[in-house]
């Protein structure tokens, strides 16, 4: 059970650019830093190397399980892939449910308050909530870009008007450019570990 349910995850979030370094403490707590201050310390992100897929730390790996759940029944009510739902959330929040950009965006998948809104979430920090209407609203982005997963993350990071701005494309803003290639590569390594398993 848990070896599917455990493939989680790298802990980083869109705005990070830095190495993420991890370890476990001997009570067990999992601790991250982009700064390694001793040995115990293991890179788990390499952000140099945008190019390849995320390597994922076995000391993280069951970080995500008490969302696993919320995840997997969120998914198939939007009919959305649980590892794309999953991928969004581990670059969105490192699943810190209370998690609050600069730019008011909130929870594990950093919903904006409007766009909470309109997806009948009415308590953002609440992880069921937050999952079920992320989960929508990648149901209809990937509806309206045709299961273009660049443009789905772009416009999800970036929004829609954006995206139509720059005439269907990726917008050229620096976090857009870096947020789109890191889920899909969170999101690929899921994929692959999902098909070792």
């Known amino acids: ?23 476990v403490d001997a009570g067990g707590v999992t601790h991250f830093s982009n700064v390694p201050v001793d040995q115990r310390f293991e890179i788990v992100l390499d952000a140099s190397k945008d190019d390849k897929l995320p390597a994922i730390h076995p000391a993280i790996l069951s970080l995500s399980i008490r969302y696993d759940s919320m995840i997997r029944s969120a998914a198939e009510h939007a009919n959305v892939d649980p590892e794309l739902l999953r991928a969004v959330i581990v670059v969105e ?3 810190d449910a ?14 904006m308050p409007a766009t909470a809104r309109s997806y009948g979430v009415n308590d953002v920090f609440d992880p069921q ?27 999800y990071n970036a929004g829609e008007s954006a995206v139509a701005k720059y005439g269907g494309k990726i917008p050229p803003y620096a976090e857009t450019r870096r947020y789109v290639p890191k889920v899909l590569g969170v999101y690929n390594r899921l994929l ?6």
Do not use: H
């Open 98 to 111: 209370k998690a609050v950009s600069v730019a008011g965006a909130q929870g594990l998948m950093q919903l």
């Open 192 to 197: 692959q570990m999902t098909d070792a398993g």
């Open 93 to 95: 929040s490192g699943f």
């Open 129 to 155: 909530q937050n999952i079920q209407g992320g989960a929508l609203y990648l149901r209809d982005l990937i509806k309206r870009y045709d299961q273009d997963y660049e443009l789905v993350l772009a416009a």
């Open 1 to 23: 059970m848990c070896k599917r349910a455990c493939l989680i995850l790298l802990l980083f979030t869109a705005s990070a650019e830095a190495d993420i370094f991890a370890y």
